[in-house]
């Protein structure tokens, strides 16, 4: 950890002197820029095991996790919105989830300045900001309209990636996992006749217009069809979410490190636990090290917990793979 502490303070800002000379000479200009400040972006369709990543991450650098998915923001709807639990969190600290007003839109400037100011607390503590979410509008509000972002700091952006048909197969058995874990009481208790077409805050939530349909004439058909259009309004989610992603990487050039996770979803148990370790969790680890101490300037120093590619895998616990199987949906 104080090896960390210290990977961060070097990856600071240096403040330059000013320096001018007769004749209106500024030697800022010639002096190298100082370094910026460093932020790793999780990005990913939804279900693809975003937040596990960043969280894994977090348990291995000195780091805190800022949410960017837009419906996680609002308060409540805690199953729909497929938040992180308690346990799942592991004792990273989260910022920007669950604390919105949910009857009120929270808007991508709004999460541009609230994600700002949380960054920049993080920083101030020698801490890593580690953001995570599914929302790229978000992420393209932070990072590319913003011009003070921009010049304070440098973006490490990790892609997790599913086969498109592998993840709408998972997605559609999450929906009936979160089916079976409340998922219809739970909308229901949110459910207001007079707000039923309402598209504002957290009503905009996957499951709250279909369901609202099934509340006003509840029998198990309307139910069933609920829950199906649930699972059909998710893939197509996930699909625009992927469709986002390729953009953004396309327009605005931004260096992505792509990482398939595809055979994790293919897996059980602790093969799966092995395969997000090998493909995802262990090279994130490795190329968020190198973008924290450049490589370039100097050797990276050896960190003890993060794996090699030849470190042994040591089965996980029985608490670990409970966690892990319900945090790989996020």
């Known amino acids: 950890m104080a090896i960390m502490k210290s990977l961060l303070s070097a990856c600071k800002e240096v403040a330059v002197p000013s320096m001018s000379f007769p004749g209106g000479i500024n030697m800022e200009t010639f002096l190298p820029r100082s370094r910026k400040d460093k932020v790793v972006i999780v990005m990913g369709a939804t279900g693809t095991g975003k937040s596990r990543l960043a969280i894994d991450l977090a348990t291995k650098f000195s780091a805190e996790i800022v949410n960017s998915d837009k419906i996680q923001v609002y308060k409540g709807l805690d199953i729909a919105t497929n938040k992180v639990t308690q346990d799942e969190c592991r004792g990273i600290t989260h910022h920007l989830i669950g604390f919105a007003d949910p009857n009120v839109d929270f808007s991508a400037d709004d ?31 932070l990072v590319h309209d913003n011009i003070e972002f921009q010049s304070r700091y440098s973006c490490c952006f990790l892609w997790v990636d599913v ?6 197969s998972f997605v559609s058995k999450r929906v009936d996992q ?30 709250v217009p279909e369901l609202n349909h099934y509340f006003q004439n509840e029998n198990a058909k309307n139910l069933e069809e609920a829950i199906e259009e649930i699972k059909v309004n998710t893939c197509k989610l996930a699909t625009r979410q992927l469709q986002n992603i390729m953009r953004l990487e396309n327009q605005l050039e931004w260096d992505m490190h792509h990482l398939d996770a595809t055979e994790a979803f293919l897996k059980q148990g602790f093969e799966a636990h092995e395969a997000w370790e090998r493909l995802v ?8 090290r190198d973008f924290l101490y450049d490589e370039k300037e100097e050797s990276a120093p050896n960190f003890p917990n993060i794996m ?10 029985m608490n670990t793979m409970v ?8």
Not at 112 to 141: C, E, F, M, T, W
Not at 163 to 168: C, D
């Open 178 to 207: 979160m089916v079976q874990a409340g998922l219809v009481d739970e909308a229901r208790r949110f459910y207001n006749p007079i707000l039923a077409n309402s598209t504002i805050g957290l009503r905009r939530a996957i499951g």
């Open 308 to 317: 090699t590619t030849n470190s042994v895998i040591t089965p996980p616990s």
């Open 163 to 168: 086969s498109l048909p592998v993840l709408q």
């Open 281 to 288: 969790a262990r090279p994130s680890s490795l190329i968020v």
């Open 111 to 141: 999460f541009r300045h609230s994600a700002s100011q949380v960054v920049d607390s993080i920083v101030a503590k020698d801490r890593l900001p580690i953001i995570a979410g599914g929302s790229n509008s978000y992420i393209k509000a």
């Open 323 to 330: 966690n892990a199987v319900a945090a790989v949906a996020r």
